[in-house]
């Protein structure tokens, strides 16, 4: 089992789901196996908590990514549907790269 097939599992997520994710927004690379390990030993083992705090990790690494472009607070994710958490930037439900790269536009014209 990959990486990213064990956290999609703990998200009760298809793997594929976090690849997509990751993929989406560029940032496909960032997870690291010492991300899980620190995820694991803040979570006690509580599965579904585990994979809250790696995909939150994931967008951490989305958020570090546009910092010098958009607001950083106005970033927020919410985690009430576990098998498909959404993630927000001022209000608005952001599915990829290419969304926050409208947004940062839209600001900047």
């Excluded at 990790?57 to 958490?85: M, N, Q, R, T």
Aim: glycine share 6%.
């Amino acid at each position: 089992m990959t990486m990213n097939n064990f956290v999609a599992s703990c998200l009760f997520m298809d793997g594929k789901v976090f690849d997509e994710y990751a993929e989406a927004f560029g940032v496909d690379d960032e997870i690291t196996q010492e991300d899980v390990h620190d995820a694991l030993d803040s979570c006690c083992g509580a599965y579904l908590r585990f994979g809250e705090i790696i995909l939150s990790k994931l967008w951490g690494y989305v958020i570090e990514s546009y910092a010098h472009i958009l607001d950083a607070d106005k970033f927020d994710c919410d985690f009430s549907s576990p098998s498909f958490p959404s993630f927000y930037y001022d209000g608005e439900c952001v599915y990829s790269k290419e969304d926050l790269d409208k947004i940062a536009e839209k600001q900047y014209s």
